[in-house]
Structures are given as structure tokens and as C-alpha cells.
């Protein structure tokens, strides 16, 4: 297949490599915006079968436009169901039933801890965030999260987080053994520069691909703990020709989340 | 895009030789409504043992199970046929222990629904204002007290029930598995979840346009049920709203055949063992009976008629 | 009016009693057989805006003729709400929505503890009951109960149960002080002999009313304990002619619950 | 028989100044969808003070509302707008006090979502498995944790929210107060039920026989309703399934307003104090916008006309 031109900071980059982390999964809780494309073109290429579950209720959505929400219309006319949020957030996602949860943060640590909350001071923050939302039942409860940064430095990747709204399972033990979550927690962090993935449960993130022109060093460089590199690190396979024809032409026609 | 997606169509009989096991704990649910009989006649038929049975209201089905000798335990919240009196086979085990004893471990309503919202939402247990002053508390050790970290009174809570099976029954289902029910929906949407495996029989499987176009109707979404089953009548002598009513005979019928162990055994000889299947059965109920309680005069939606009538 | 002639132990007469009781009531919690005809009597009588609640999750029922169960389709057909059992066991009665429940039971104390589970010895009972149901819920969290009992006698009425499936107040207090439920409990209990009344939360059951023919004599000799008698014990007031033409020629035209 | 129940509806100025007071606890529920956005339009026009306001979302509504000055405390678990970006009016409040400071008690949405069915159950906490190693506990002492009596760690629970008032939106109810609702039903059964009076405004008031024909969609039943209130378009710019659908550039136009906190006022000024009701809101929104959302094309129920030709 012939490559995109498109810059590895793109949407159209990042929402690519997203969608395919989704080849083989079943059910995926998808938020809004990068997720949404991400979702729409792996059900257009790596996976036509990948149910969409949404925290507002609904199960097997078959949108036939570009959701502007998780709660948008378009999401609802045609889907297989729409729960009470009670079964959404109980029996679904809380009785095990979501394989992959897609989720955004402002900051990422070493072990998939996610800070969605607020930048600096707790009292005074520098930076109020949107706050917990659905991530922090996604994290523990989900089969396994994938996180889509759009920054890759110290401050998105830091030693230590402002604030840990959705702790990784480490945490979770940490606080008490017994309380380990059902779920992997982070097992796959996609930022602009490389893709960082957390095979072990309670191991630490480590870089398994970097984008083409990047070099391992400026990942290292870019992180705010001294990453670990995998064995097999390799080059990120950029966006086909064609998964930015469907991002473009028929996915964000309205170039909602695409610029 | 479903295209893809595999069908998890199949037989009743299939069904339950794939998914009930000999020593499961199943529920069958279904409250005054929607009971799964033909399923609970496939278990009988297929000789499954030692089973530990779940159901709010065990009823004349687990009546049947029990007679039928699949049964070791039962855990339940009400052991009667509402109006139709005591299931005498229940009443003999207890009792008398005969032909044999049957273990019970017992609830209240909402008891037993905590329990099936436990299981579902995977919690440790699930907290209900009931109990206080009680005995049941000291007939089942498994309802507990957790104290209020809020600094309210200790409040008393059941554990998670977590079948391997839960079998339920539903108008209608599309091929994939999202399974949709209207009327009284009892504890089908918790048992189920709380379930491992969930089997659904159905009035019938629709095309999934048919369950898309309302997706507030379904109550279990596709990737919550492992088997669908389409079985017409699955429901008799229970009812399926907007297909056929309850058969209020067969209820009152059942009281002098369960009060006779003898009269069990034949009856399940003459409606279980010697028929095939629930269309046998159907057969053998007659159609005249059948057609009485309006079977075959649905319009298939409840309320579609009526609104596009009333809104108009 | 004309009275009725039928007895007091009389299915008939129980029955306009029990619907008496709803005069001034909203919500009632409804079980099948004896209160299904009260209830049916009380909205053509005393209370036709009674709102009648059933724990199969529906609220505001117009059945167009006899119910046979608690989930019967004529219940369901014109309901103005079918809930999940969720909401009708967790908001609509344990979040105190309910005024009257209306229970039977094998065993009546004298604070209006019920026994529903069994009679005799706990591991090896003489008669195994239905068990708790909706009681152990309704008791605790309803307004107040009304009890019709088809016997008056020390067996019915003892001075100790078999067995407390719902327990009064009274019994929820010696738990514990702070587990007093919000509801009365057992506000009434009427009998073939005697209506008993217990006004105070935490009182006994009172004799009220005696049937035409009983007196307060038989009906303490029929008690199992020393029941005490209201200051303004009277004559219950019969069924008049209409109650029982309506009881049997509108209500159970099929004579399900009258003989 | 029902003939001698009272009707519950009145107009929305009047069940506003009836039952939402200052310093009163209000809830305004709708998840991205039946935003109850003219209620909360005539508490800011009747010029309510000091309300602590809880949601999930808090969405524009509630910076509309923080704008207007009529709250001190929120009380949520996700504050954004979605696609269309931050709330600027919160984010002045928290990260300046400007131009004053705001309260915030947070949680996640399955947290606050167990509030609510906490308060609407009576019950003393909500166990969820969220927050192990989470820093949301130190940040909310409402967070808490409870051993599990049958030997398991230790769950963090949430206590009961009981508004002083819940507000919510919905397709359709009759004039005692039977609400329906269809499409994403949020948090507003369990929020209702929580609350100690409820409003709710509706697209349309039907007769009893249009409920009563599909009790099923009746998520509110009569008597959890104290005010019934008809406002065509009540949720814009959110949606009413099957009525409208959301105006997604008015989302993307609130940011830069929201921004500027002169805007801000000005919106308020032009589009709440300066018009009398959601008629005018309406009007002043112009027929063509209003109707390019679907308004006036609804058939008035999901799925009853799809259906219909589905199934014939």
C-alpha cells in the first residue's frame, strides 16, 4: 500500500494508529473526538465487527454520520440498544463486558496512571481540567485502555502526576493488594512521536514504535521518566493513501475533528 | 457491518445440552411473566441433575424441575403459585423430605434482585433497608451487615448471585442476540448479566432492522446473551405480553396434580418426557385451547397499534 | 343503607372491610386474592383515585377485570407505568413512595410482626410457607400495613411467632435503636372476629372493632395473648347491600376469589 | 377513574417560583440529551441565588447558570462541553475565584450516578468498584470505604444526593404527571426519584390514553412528579429525540462566548433576562434555524412508525 503524506502529529496520523490497536477486539467504549475517528475508520478497515458501547447508554451503535457526542443522535437512530445508564455503568462496564476502553488525558505516567483533573495546586489549580467523567470506572473495569496524547514532553509525560484521577492497577495495589482491578489498565499510550505500550499488568509503559524521522532517543528525551525501550522496537507503519482518504473524504466530511 | 457477526441462533435442545451441565447453578427467570417453561422442560427432558435452582418466585416451572428430580437446591424468595396455591412438590421435600431433601436458602424479594444486581455489576454485595429485626438473617448466614461509613446504623446486605446459567424468555430477539421485552420485566435484565452463560428463548427472531428501529426495547444487548433460541408459546401456561395470556386453567390445574407425586410423574411422562418439543406440546395443548388465549393475534409491538390510534 | 347478610367470617366481609381501610389513601401496595377484591371495592367506593401499585413494577393500574396474579396482563394493559423491578423495589418502595401495603400471613404478633416462612421446627417444619415475598420490604418501608387474616385464633394470633419473616418496628428497634424503619408497620389487622388496630409505631395491636355477633370476650379468648381493647371499641359496620352486589356481580363475576 | 385526580401541570415560571428556592440543592439532569435548558433559563430569569447544582455534566446550561450568578456550589463528575470544549465561566471561577470563587464537590460519573440511586433508594451509601489508588478520595471525603462482610477488600461508597429539586426534560407526559422518555434516558429516573420535588418540562402533553397505551416508556410515574410543565423546545440547543435534533453550532458558538465573560452576560441579557419565555426564545432563534434542526417533524413516537413498516 502506498503511504500518506501526513505528519506524524496529524489526526489523520494518530487516529489511524489508534484504529488499528482495534483489530480483534470486540466491544470498545469510545469517547468523542480523536476516538470517534479512530472507531469509524477501524470499523471501515482492521474492523467491521467492533461494537461501539457509549457511557451514555448505547450498545452497537451504527452511526450513519459523524457523532458530535456520545450522547449525539446519530448514535442512537439504528442502534442494537440503548440502556439505562444504571446498565451501562453496572452491568456493562462494571460486570466486565467492555474489551477496550479509549480514553484521553492531560497527563500519563509511567505505569497508565491518566490526570484529567487540574494542572498544579489541588486548591488553587493552574489548569482546571474536565475531571473524572467515565475514565476513572473505564480504567480499572475495561479489558485493557488505549490513550491518545496529542503532546509528547515532560509535562503530558511527567515523573509524577499533578493529580491521579484513574489510577493504573499499581496504584490500586498499592493502596490496598487485594483491591486489584479487573482490567490491564494503559496497555497502549499513542502520542505524536512513538507509540508506548505496557505489556505487563503492573509493569511500567516502554517504547515499542517510533514514528518515521523519530528517533528513539527523542522519545526518551521527550518523557518525563527514563522510559524503558522494548527489545523489538520498531518503526510506527504510517497511514495508508487510503486511511486518510476515508478519514477525509468520507468519515470527517465536515472536517469536524480533522483541521 | 454486522455482516460479519455470528449468528447465535440455535436450537432449544442444542441450547441446553450445550450450555446446562449436570451440578450448574441456573436461574430460570421471568417474573409472572415471560417464564422460560419449554426451556425448563428441555432441562427436565435432557435429564440434567443436581442442579442448584434461582428464581424470585419459584412457581409451577420449578415445581415441575423439582418433581422431575433435576434439582438439589433452591434459592429463592417466594415458594407459592400466587393465586394457585402451594407447590406441593417443594412442600413434600421441605417437609417430609420426600422423596428426598431439598436445601433451601432463602430470601426476600428484593433480597434475591440485590443479589442478581451484585452479580451483574460485579459487586461484593449489595446493600437493602430489609431484615432489621428479622429471622431470616439467622436462617441464611449470607445476609450480613456492613456498618455506615457515613455514621448511620449498620445496614444489612446480600452477596453477589452469580448462575452459571440464566435462561430467559422474550417476544423477540435478532439473530445476533440483542433481545427485546416489554410488560413486566422482573429480574430478567440483572439474572442475566449476572449470569455467565444466558440462554433467551423467543416468540420470535426478527430481522435486526425490526429491533433497531426502537433500541429502547432491549433489555439484554447482543454481546450479553450467548444463545437465542426461537420458540413459539415458550412462555405457556405463562404469557407473553402481546402474544398470548396467561392460561389461568392450567394454573388452577396444577394444584390437585402437585398435591399427588404419582400425578407429577404422569403428568411429566404425558407433557415433557413423551413430546419432542414445545411445538408438540403446543399440539397436544389443541388449538382451541391455544387460540383462546389469543395466541397467533398479536401485532407484534405492543403499543405501535394502539399509539399510531391514539396519536392520531 | 341496607346491610348485607353475610357472615363476618364471610369472604365478602372481610373483603369491604379491608376496602374501608383505603378511604383517604393514595398509594397502595396491592398482593393478589382478598386484597385484589378490596381494592377493586375500595375504587368503586370509598377511593376511586387510589393508586395502585404492584411489585411486578406496575404503578397506576386500571385493570378491566379480575387480576389472577400480581403480573397479570389485565394489570399491565393500561397501566400507566410498567417499571423495572429495580426501580419499583428500590424508589418506589424502599425510597418511600408506598402508603399502604396489603398483606396476609399465616402469624400475626402483637406488635404486627408476620410470619410467612413456617410453622413448627425451623430445620423440619410442619408446614413450609411461601416465604418472605415482598413483605420484608413492605413491612419496613410502607406507610402502614394492612393484615387480613382468614383465622382468629392463638394459632393465627400467637404470643410468639414460629418464626418473624417481617418484623415490626418494635422488633427493628431492639436490633438495633438507630434501624428504626420509616415505615408503622402493621397498622391493622382484620380478622372473621375483630378489626385490631395499633396506632402507635411502637405500640400493640388493640381490638377496634368487633364483627356484629362477637364479643370483646371471644375475641380475647380468641388471641394468644392478652390483647388490649381500645377505649372506643364498636360494631364494625357490615358490608351494605351494594358492597356485596358489587363484590359479586362486578368485581369477581367468576367467583375466583368468592365461593 | 381518574377523573378526580388533580392535574399537575402549570406553566414554568409558575413551577419554578413554586418550588426552587435560593440556597436550595437542585439537580438539573439530561446526559447530552433533553437538557433541561429552558428550566434552567427561567431560574436565571427569576434570578434564584446561592444553589448548590448537581449533574453529571455540568455542560452550558450550568455555565449559563454559574454566569448568571445564581449558584455557589456544584456538585459533578465531568465539566466540559464535550466536542465543543471547555466551560470558561467554571474555569475562571476554580482557576481565579473570578469574579468569585465557586465550590466544587467531584466525582467520577458512575460515582455521582450511585448518588443519585442512593438518594432515589433510601439507602445510606452506593458501593462502586471505582477510586483504588485513585487521588479523587483525598480530594472528596464523601468518598469512603466499607469492609465487605463476606471477607473480600475493602469498597469505596458514595452517599445518598437528595436534591431539593429535580429538574428534568422528556418527550411527552399526561396531565397527572406520567412522564415518558425515550432515546438516552441519563441519570434522570434515579435523580427524580432522589429528589424531594420534581419538575419536569415536556416537548408535549398527551392525553392519559397515549401513556397509558405503552407503559413501558413511562419512566416517571405520576406520583414521582410534583410539576408538569409544556415547553416545546425545552431542551435547545440540546435534543429531544424524535423532536429535534442537537444544534451542534450553537455548542461550537458558546466557546468564544464563554470565553469572555462580558459576553457572557451580554448572551444572558439577550436570550434569557431580555425575552419572556421559550416562545420567544424561539421566535428570536428564527423559524428557519429552528425548523433545519427537525423541529415539527416529529411523529411523536420512536420506533411506532419504523416499526410498522418493519414489520409489515
Redesign the interface.
Known amino acids: 500500500m502506498n503511504h500518506a503524506d501526513v505528519a506524524p502529529n496529524s489526526t489523520e496520523f494518530l487516529a489511524t494508529v489508534a484504529a488499528r490497536q482495534l483489530a480483534g477486539k470486540?466491544?470498545v467504549f469510545a469517547g468523542?473526538?480523536l476516538p470517534t475517528l479512530a472507531v469509524d475508520l477501524a470499523?471501515r478497515t482492521v474492523n467491521?465487527?467492533v461494537?461501539l458501547v457509549y457511557?451514555?447508554?448505547?450498545?452497537?451503535a451504527?452511526p450513519d454520520g459523524l457523532a458530535?457526542?456520545?450522547?449525539?443522535?446519530v448514535l442512537?437512530t439504528?442502534?442494537?440498544?440503548?440502556?439505562?445508564?444504571?446498565?451501562l455503568?453496572?452491568?456493562?462496564?462494571?460486570?466486565?463486558?467492555v474489551d477496550v476502553g479509549f480514553l484521553g488525558a492531560a497527563q500519563v505516567d509511567r505505569w497508565g496512571?491518566l490526570n484529567t483533573?487540574l494542572i498544579g495546586d489541588?486548591a488553587?489549580?493552574?489548569?482546571?481540567?474536565?475531571?473524572?467523567?467515565?475514565?476513572?470506572?473505564i480504567v480499572?473495569?475495561a479489558g485493557e485502555c488505549i490513550v491518545v496524547l496529542r503532546r509528547h514532553d515532560p509535562g503530558a509525560l511527567p515523573a509524577k502526576l499533578d493529580?491521579?484521577?484513574?489510577?493504573?492497577?499499581?496504584?490500586?495495589?498499592?493502596?490496598?493488594p487485594?483491591?486489584e482491578?479487573?482490567g490491564h489498565g494503559v496497555s497502549t499510550v499513542i502520542t505524536p512521536l512513538a507509540v508506548l505500550r505496557r505489556p505487563d499488568k503492573f509493569g511500567e509503559l516502554e517504547v515499542s514504535e517510533v514514528h518515521p524521522g523519530v528517533t528513539v532517543d527523542q522519545v526518551r528525551a521527550a518523557t518525563g521518566w527514563d522510559i524503558a525501550i522494548a527489545d523489538d522496537v520498531c518503526v510506527t507503519e504510517p497511514p495508508t493513501v487510503e486511511d486518510v482518504r476515508l478519514l477525509r473524504d468520507e468519515i470527517d466530511t465536515v472536517r469536524?475533528?480533522l483541521r | 457491518?454486522?455482516?460479519?457477526?455470528a449468528t447465535k441462533v440455535m436450537d432449544l435442545s442444542t441450547a441446553i445440552a450445550t450450555h446446562v451441565e449436570d451440578g450448574m447453578t441456573v436461574a430460570l427467570e421471568g417474573f409472572g411473566h415471560l417464564i422460560p417453561f419449554a426451556a425448563a422442560h428441555e432441562i427436565i427432558r435432557q435429564g440434567r441433575r443436581d442442579l442448584t435452582v434461582c428464581r424470585m418466585t419459584p412457581d409451577i416451572m420449578y415445581d415441575q424441575l423439582i418433581g422431575a428430580g433435576c434439582v438439589s437446591k433452591l434459592v429463592a424468595s417466594f415458594f407459592a403459585s400466587g393465586s394457585a396455591g402451594s407447590l406441593h412438590e417443594v412442600r413434600r421435600r421441605v417437609e417430609r423430605a420426600d422423596p428426598e431433601p431439598l436445601e433451601i436458602e432463602e430470601y426476600s424479594h428484593y433480597g434475591m434482585l440485590c443479589r442478581y444486581?451484585a452479580g451483574?455489576?460485579?459487586?461484593p454485595f449489595f446493600p437493602l433497608r430489609s431484615y432489621a429485626g428479622s429471622d431470616l438473617p439467622k436462617l441464611n448466614p449470607n445476609i450480613r451487615k456492613v456498618e455506615d461509613p457515613f455514621g448511620g446504623p449498620d445496614i444489612y446486605v446480600v452477596p453477589p448471585l452469580k448462575p452459571d446459567v440464566t435462561i430467559v424468555h422474550a417476544q423477540r430477539a435478532?439473530r445476533?442476540g440483542?433481545v427485546q421485552m416489554w410488560g413486566i420485566t422482573g429480574a430478567q435484565?440483572?439474572a442475566a448479566?449476572a449470569g455467565k452463560r444466558v440462554i433467551a428463548t423467543v416468540e420470535e427472531i426478527v430481522d435486526?432492522h425490526v429491533?433497531?428501529?426502537d433500541?429502547?426495547r432491549?433489555?439484554?444487548?447482543?454481546?450479553?446473551v450467548d444463545a437465542v433460541v426461537e420458540v413459539a408459546g415458550g412462555a405457556h401456561p405463562s404469557y407473553t405480553h402481546d402474544h398470548y395470556v396467561r392460561d389461568n386453567d392450567f394454573y388452577r390445574e396444577w394444584e390437585p396434580i402437585s398435591k399427588d407425586r404419582e400425578a407429577v410423574l404422569a403428568w411429566l411422562d404425558a407433557w415433557v418426557h413423551g413430546l419432542p418439543d414445545r411445538a408438540a406440546y403446543l399440539a397436544k395443548l389443541g388449538h382451541e385451547r391455544w387460540s383462546a388465549l389469543g395466541a397467533g393475534t398479536s401485532t407484534g409491538a405492543t403499543g405501535a397499534t394502539d399509539l399510531e390510534a391514539a396519536t392520531a
Open positions: 470486540r466491544r468523542v473526538g470499523m467491521p465487527s461494537e457511557e451514555s447508554g448505547i450498545c452497537g451504527h458530535e457526542g456520545i450522547a449525539d443522535s442512537v439504528g442502534a442494537e440498544a440503548v440502556l439505562s445508564m444504571h446498565a455503568f453496572g452491568y456493562v462496564l462494571q460486570g466486565g463486558n496512571s483533573t489541588w488553587k489549580p493552574t489548569v482546571r481540567l474536565p475531571g473524572a467523567g467515565g475514565a476513572a470506572e480499572p473495569n493529580f491521579c484521577t484513574s489510577p493504573s492497577p499499581v496504584r490500586a495495589r498499592e493502596e490496598d487485594r483491591m482491578p479487573p469536524l475533528y | 457491518m454486522t455482516a460479519t457477526q444486581e451483574a455489576a460485579n459487586l435478532d445476533l440483542n435484565q440483572e448479566y435486526e429491533v433497531r428501529s433500541p429502547n432491549t433489555l439484554l444487548p447482543a454481546h450479553a
